[in-house]
């Protein structure tokens, strides 16, 4: 080896003084992105009290359960409603993303006669839409959906901003080679999209999944007008009712007891909320992030 080839493999070596601050500034940006979210639990386990006399401190003068305390006295209701939330937010995501995958893939390929006329099919949903209304009445009414689980699935199952998302990846990343190399070996359409096509698309498949479970799991709209049922109460919805139950106690004040207000932990029990509506979805990132570490060195294929 040469003394030019190794001086120029030391150029681009990092010093160790550049490598403690590159590191140094990630940990910063990390620690802020993570902080909020730490915070809140803090403020969560602070007693009520001791919150509203010295404010929001990182160091509490008081800890304190009281406020999961008064969240777990719905006992049964909030572990069904957990149950509610993770079954749709696993079963929508698979349903979602086969068929926003389904579809992404048909329009994405130039030998599709009508694919000019599908994504525009798709893309007018985007900007308008039948409005409520509408919506309403063809889950309650045509589709009968009503107190059922899937009127919480089916109207998130598809989303045209998440097919022109994986359109564009299938058309970019897929090259067109390996689908002919499908054909010529006698693979169908079928046999090329899940033998051939999928295992390429990992980290398009994993982009469209992590955004597909956060709405599941956030969603409490549906819920609001589809679910009249108490067991089939997702969690987002029930910490909704639980929220607008303190305020109207609040509100109410002059009517309630001094005791039942003096119990209530409303500013802690806020946080406990944010904390277990958020605290389980965390556990989902580390799951997608290897597919979107995949994703750096995708379409790296030579034709």
Known sequence: MSVGTTKGRDFHRLTPAWNIAFHSVAFIFAFLCVFPFLFVTIISFTDETTLARNGYQLF??????????????????????????????????????????????????????????????????????????????????????????????????????????????????????IIESGKIDGAGEFGIFFKLVLPLSLPGLATIGLFSTLGYWNDWFNALLYINDPNLVPLQSMLMRIENSMQFIMQNSQSISAGVLQSMPQDTSRMAMVVLATGPIVFAYPFFQRYFIQGLTVGAVKE
């Not at 949903?125 to 309403?136: A, E, I, K, R």
């Not at 919480?152 to 994986?166: D, G, R, S, T």
């Open 60 to 177: 509490p003068e008081k800890w304190s359960f009281e406020a999961y305390s008064y969240l777990f006295k719905a006992g049964d209701q909030l572990l069904r409603s957990y149950g509610v939330t993770i079954a749709v937010t696993i079963i929508g995501t698979i349903i979602g993303v086969a068929c926003t995958a389904l579809f992404a893939y048909a329009i994405s390929r130039h030998s599709f006669k009508y694919r000019n006329f599908f994504a525009f099919f798709a893309f007018f949903t985007m900007l308008f839409n039948g409005g409520l209304v509408p919506s309403y009445i063809v889950v309650t009414q045509l589709l009968g959906l009503k107190d059922s689980i899937w009127a919480l699935i089916l109207p998130l199952a598809v989303n045209a901003f998440y097919i022109m998302i994986l359109r564009t990846f299938f058309s970019t990343m897929v090259p067109d080679a």
